[in-house]
């Protein structure tokens, strides 16, 4: 089973991701702030992190330049979630290591495909690109 870890200081969104992806078999793994989805992330390692860009305490494109920096996270692939659509804003995402980026509100097909692509990249490509 695959783990997925939801960083959004919303929690009507952890709803709407959870119901989204309820009956495609992962676990959902929520944290509502960066601060805990780090410490988090010291002692476990998900598939894929599912991450707001806008948080009270860390902003989210903080927490990927983090997340990119930990060796044992290497190979992770992180989707940027945020109701900013600016295109510097994705490009940016993009360039610091995400692999792709939804645009809240997204339907729930959007999502599981995202989901989907992104578990099916090969962790290695990452980890390349990492160096």
């Known amino acids: 089973m695959k783990t ?3 960083v959004d ?3 009507f969104q952890h709803q709407i991701i959870n119901n989204a ?4 078999s992962y676990k959902i793994i929520s944290r509502f702030n960066g601060e805990s989805a780090l410490t988090l992330l ?3 390692r998900p598939d894929l992190i599912l991450m707001d860009i806008n948080m009270p305490d860390y902003n989210g494109m903080e927490i990927l330049q983090k997340i990119k920096s930990y060796k044992h996270l290497t190979g992770v692939p992180i989707v940027m979630i945020t109701n900013i659509q600016a295109k510097d804003m994705v490009m940016e ?3 610091k290591g995400a692999v792709n980026y939804i645009v809240k509100p997204f339907t729930r097909y959007l999502l599981i495909e995202k989901v989907r692509a992104a578990l099916a990249i090969d962790a290695s490509d990452l980890e390349n690109t990492n160096k």
């Open 4 to 6: 997925i870890l939801v």
């Open 9 to 11: 200081d919303d929690v």
């Open 21 to 24: 992806l309820r009956d495609e």
């Open 42 to 44: 010291f002692r476990e």
């Open 93 to 95: 995402s993009l360039q």
